[in-house]
């Protein structure tokens, strides 16, 4: 499952900027871009659970 977290975080992070920056809100493009930066650092940190495929060739 954490494997799919950075997917997941990416998404989440492209949905809030999309409806973030449509509803017309005092400070609204501030919190909005803070959350999707937020998100998209929970996606690089989730990048190491990502399968290498080089690693599990030199094992072999």
């Not at 809030?16 to 937020?38: P, T």
Request: proline share 2%.
């Amino acid at each position: 499952m954490k494997r799919y977290l950075t997917a997941i975080f990416i998404g989440i992070s492209i949905l809030i900027l999309i409806i973030g920056l449509r509803i017309d809100v005092r400070w609204n493009g501030i919190v909005s871009w803070g959350l999707g930066f937020i998100c998209l650092i929970f996606a690089a940190y989730f990048t190491k659970y990502i399968p290498n495929d080089k690693d599990k060739k030199d094992i072999e």
